[in-house]
């Protein structure tokens, strides 16, 4: 397998998110987010941890485009911090925060690395939180302010590929209704709301961008998991079903004018009280290509105990099966499986992989090198899938590694490395970890540049 099978065209590139590596939590006028809220309330985050310096890129972030450019890397998608641009999450901009963005992308360019820019990557505003946050209604109005001030300021400055929102099963379903994310809340009467309204502004936010530029790519990304049942029995089955819905149909379907998947999740029914008449036609997106987001598969089984689902996902550990740290099943192939749902609901819309990868105990040698054979396997093994589906007919342009560098993991702290390039937090020194020098000379196989990364 080499980079020529995949075309000039198909697009590489790593991914990362604000609150997970930019840190300066408090400074030139950034207002708090709600995860730097939560982390700290004692006993949410591992340890303790939180993202206020995380790897420090808002002030590092010259050395790190450095360091993409080193190995070759021509894309480099990352988001945009509401907070940082809107501390009260509406109102007073923060030009700070704006000059902060604009200097990152011409930074980008200047190196020759493709900007691709996120809007939502799971940090509201504390202040909008305060407000009731994604369970109020008031959130297209937020949201619609937030997307224009940024629109209007950096729409034209050389940025072709936009994504509204980040997984927003992960952020509706963790924060507001099993509450192990921020901001904490639970229960169907926070995840109701909060879901209609997120996916109602996927639509909104591509309809406020193209209002801006017209000759824009405009996606949004999905979390996703090939599901498979516990056994073959009808009780199991059907627990597939409602699993998939939940998880892997619930945001896609809307977006794709499908509505929500309420015959499988009956338990969601109570959306329709919160829907206005012209929600159902406004949850539509009209996207340019879609981002799918995979790391693992899940078996299910039904579990009558369980509210609402009356089903589970059996632990991968527990099955006996190679896992990652996160105790994620090792399963290249669930990923082609996931290009070939979400290619079915319209083959001619565009997939890119916007998140692939994988967490593993890396450590330091006595030489000051990290030898990571395990997420260099995974990586190639997970880009050979995406592969075999472009050869099969499907339309995927792009794969891009989740992440770059290891970074704050939400709940988990930073016990989980998922980087091409090992952080260490005390210091902030980057190191390449083989994987990273493997990716690198996958993009690029000219040997002066693993040579130059070498002494990194």
């Not at 504390?126 to 407000?131: F, I, M, T, W």
């Not at 996916?199 to 406020?208: D, M, N, Q, S």
């Not at 995979?294 to 689902?309: D, G, H, I, K, Q």
């Amino acid at each position: 397998m080499r980079k020529s099978d995949f075309g000039t065209d198909f697009h590489w590139g790593v991914s990362v998110a604000a609150p997970q590596i930019e840190g300066a939590h408090n400074l030139d006028g950034k207002g708090p987010s709600i995860w730097d809220t939560f982390s700290a309330r004692r006993g949410k985050i591992f340890k303790n941890q939180h993202p206020q310096i995380a790897c420090d890129f808002y002030n590092r972030y010259p050395e790190d485009i450095a360091l993409m450019q080193q190995m070759g890397i021509p894309n480099f998608r990352f988001s945009i911090a509401w907070s940082r641009i809107l501390p009260n999450g509406t109102g007073t901009v923060n030009q700070k925060g704006l000059d902060f963005y604009k200097q990152l992308i011409d930074s980008l360019l200047s190196a020759g690395i493709e900007p691709w820019l996120t809007l939502y990557h799971w940090d509201l505003p504390q202040a909008l939180e305060d407000k009731g946050g994604w369970t109020k209604r008031e959130v297209l109005h937020w949201f619609e302010e937030y997307v224009n001030v940024v629109a209007s300021q950096l729409t034209g400055r050389g940025i072709q590929n936009w994504m509204v929102l980040n997984e927003p099963m992960v952020f509706t379903g963790a924060g507001y209704f099993l509450g192990y994310h921020a901001p904490g809340k639970r229960g169907c009467s926070n995840f109701v709301p909060a879901m209609l309204h997120a996916a109602l502004c996927t639509g909104l936010g591509e309809k406020i961008l193209r209002s801006h530029q017209t000759d824009i790519r405009i996606g949004s990304t999905y979390s996703c998991s090939f599901i498979t049942p516990k056994s073959n029995s009808e009780a199991d089955l059907k627990a597939v079903k409602r699993a998939d819905a939940l998880l892997n149909r619930l945001y896609i379907e809307p977006a794709m004018g499908l509505g929500f998947p309420l015959e499988e999740l009956e338990m969601l029914r109570p959306v329709e009280k919160y829907m206005r008449a012209e929600d159902e036609s406004n949850l539509k997106a009209n996207l340019d290509f879609i981002g799918v987001q995979n790391y693992t598969r899940e078996v299910a089984e039904a579990c009558w105990y369980v509210p609402y689902l009356k089903a589970r996902l059996v632990n991968a550990k527990k099955r006996g099966v190679p896992h990652t740290e996160m105790q994620w099943e090792i399963y290249p192939s669930a990923l082609l499986e996931m290009l070939k749902k979400f290619a079915a609901y319209n083959p001619d819309i565009p997939l890119i992989v916007t998140e692939n990868g994988a967490a593993f105990p890396d450590k330091l040698d006595k030489d000051n090198t990290i030898i990571d054979h395990e997420r260099l396997q995974y990586l190639e093994t997970h880009i050979a899938e995406v592969l075999k589906a472009k050869q099969s007919g499907i339309k995927v342009d792009g794969y891009f590694v989740w992440t770059l560098m290891d970074n704050f993991e939400w709940a988990e702290g930073y016990r989980p490395r998922f980087g091409l390039v090992y952080v260490d937090f005390e210091t902030q020194k980057r190191i390449v970890k083989s994987s990273g020098h493997w990716y690198a000379s996958f993009l690029d196989e000219n040997v002066q540049v693993l040579s130059e990364l070498e002494n990194c």
